[in-house]
């Protein structure tokens, strides 16, 4: 595609349902990230995958949070019973290829997450 | 494990002016990036610039340079005739050179900024 598409763009949960986030990365691109920003305040990063390997889950905050990029293509991020504190908006990111650390990583507009 | 820091929250400019945003970072690596990130309120990030820690000239891209101080560990972002367009969140950011290190981006906590008119 022509860029980073996720969907939903909004979701709201009542606590303790489970949600999935999907990222539709950009064709080719072999890193994929996602990142987690509370209101007001930076991205925070979650994981990252080089196509169907999850390099690094250092930033998943629970064991609630699980992501997955079968393929290494289309990746979800699944939220186990949710809490108020989950919600955020989840940006993902995709870049071409890994080893460089200046490849430019492109950012989707993010899935609005609200807790209710 | 790097740091980033933009100590000002929130900035304003009149348009056609020309402001500077700051940001510091904290590091033990020599090689680096370092970018700067726009944010509308649609939520995307839109790179606007980046730095490689090795070269010494400051990236420039049209109406956006940057102030690179490495001794100082300093990063800061000149927006030159100020469009009513640059409204938005601005997030510096840091990413590590090396292969096989943490590929992430780590963000600091952003600048509104406001254009006047």
């Known amino acids: 595609g022509a860029g980073v598409s996720q969907s939903p763009r909004y979701k709201v949960a009542k606590r303790g349902q489970d949600v999935a986030l999907r990222c539709d990365p950009i064709?080719?691109?072999?890193?994929l990230f996602w990142y987690q920003q509370a209101l007001g305040q930076g991205p925070e990063f979650l994981t990252y995958?080089?196509?169907?390997?999850?390099?690094?889950k250092s930033g998943l905050p629970s064991d609630r949070f699980f992501a997955e990029r079968p393929e290494g293509s289309v990746s979800t991020l699944k939220i186990q019973r949710t809490q108020q504190e989950d919600s955020a908006v989840y940006l993902c990111?995709?870049?071409?290829?890994?080893?460089?650390?200046?490849?430019?990583?492109?950012f989707g507009e993010g899935s609005w997450l609200t807790v209710v | 494990a790097q740091t980033v820091t933009q100590s000002q929250p929130e900035m304003s400019v009149q348009e056609a002016e020309t402001v500077t945003l700051s940001c510091t970072y904290d590091t033990s690596e020599s090689d680096y990036y370092l970018f700067w990130y726009k944010q509308p309120p649609s939520r995307q990030m839109i790179l606007v610039i980046r730095?490689?820690?090795?070269?010494?000239q400051n990236a420039t891209e049209n109406r956006f340079s940057v102030n690179f101080q490495k001794a100082a560990k300093s990063f800061s972002l000149k927006i030159s005739d100020s469009q009513l367009g640059d409204a938005a969140m601005y997030f510096c950011a840091y990413r590590s050179y090396r292969s096989g290190s943490a590929r992430q981006l780590t963000f600091g906590s952003g600048t509104q900024l406001t254009v006047l008119p």
């Open positions: 064709s080719g691109h072999v890193s």
């Open positions: 990111a995709s870049s071409l290829a890994d080893g460089v650390g200046g490849n430019t990583i492109y």
């Open positions: 730095q490689e820690a090795y070269k010494q």
């Open positions: 995958f080089q196509n169907e390997a999850q390099l690094d």
